[in-house]
T-cell receptor
Framework: AQSVTQPDIHITVSEGASLELRCNYSYGATPYLFWYVQSPGQGLQLLLKYFSGDTLVQGIKGFEAEFKRSQSSFNLRKPSVHWSDAAEYFCAVVSLSNTGKLIFGQGTTLQVKP | GAVVSQHPSWVICKSGTSVKIECRSLDFQATTMFWYRQFPKQSLMLMATSNEGSKATYEQGVEKDKFLINHASLTLSTLTVTSAHPEDSSFYIC????????????FGQGTRLTVV
């Protein structure tokens, strides 16, 4: 069965520190992977996506993610976190049926300390 | 970029009444729209997938008679919560997939429904 796991429910980092949010997937084929960010009471904004090609993907707001097939991972990184990055982050994979249906991880809450 | 507008952003209604939530793709045509529900501090759970001009496909455990979905045009899908009860209070989010057939879907800003 397809699934996405975000092992860290809550992460706190200091402003200016580096960030890595983990995402592991279970999938029967080459996955289409996404990272979304959600501010409180808001919808989801796409940070970046991986369909194929270069396994290091650059996104908006200085985020990047690396697809590692051997580890079934798609971890999100940012070299220097800003206070405005505090939000909920979701990793997602497209359903094998390819209807555009997304399977989401549980989400990781990022808190940024001043 | 592709914009999906959801309306209203928040609504409060009395138990037993019905509430309609609209999801519009503003600058692209959406063959498929998705409706998600999100409980506090939890992830998004897909409720149903709607395709323009056909019946919606509901996920297991979602009552189709309670959550009516209509996708009458390539730019509009509506979710109607019928006979709402306090347990229906939640954050509802729609997303839309473009006609061009990419796997990317774009999300609305969500609707906070509170049933009192």
């Amino acid at each position: 069965a397809q699934s996405v796991t975000q092992p860290d429910i809550h992460i706190t980092v200091s402003e200016g520190a580096s960030l890595e949010l983990r995402c592991n997937y279970s999938y029967g084929a080459t996955p289409y992977l996404f990272w979304y960010v959600q501010s409180p009471g808001q919808g989801l904004q796409l940070l970046l996506k991986y369909f194929s090609g270069d396994t290091l993907v650059q996104g908006i707001k200085g985020f990047e993610a690396e697809f590692k097939r051997s580890q079934s991972s798609f971890n999100l990184r940012k070299p220097s976190v800003h206070w405005s990055d505090a939000a909920e982050y979701f990793c997602a994979v497209v359903s094998l049926s390819n209807t555009g249906k997304l399977i989401f991880g549980q989400g990781t809450t990022l808190q940024v300390k001043p | 970029g592709a914009v999906v507008s959801q309306h209203p952003s928040w609504v409060i209604c009395k138990s037993g009444t019905s509430v309609k939530i609209e999801c519009r793709s503003l600058d692209f045509q959406a063959t498929t729209m998705f409706w998600y529900r999100q409980f506090p501090k939890q992830s998004l759970m897909l409720m149903a997938t709607s395709n323009e001009g056909s019946k919606a496909t509901y996920e297991q455990g979602v009552e189709k008679d309670k959550f009516l979905i209509n996708h009458a045009s390539l730019t509009l899908s509506t979710l109607t919560v019928t006979s709402a009860h306090p347990e229906d209070s939640s954050f509802y989010i729609c997303s839309a997939r473009s006609l061009q057939g990419t796997t990317e879907a774009f999300f609305g800003q969500g609707t906070r429904l509170t049933v009192v």
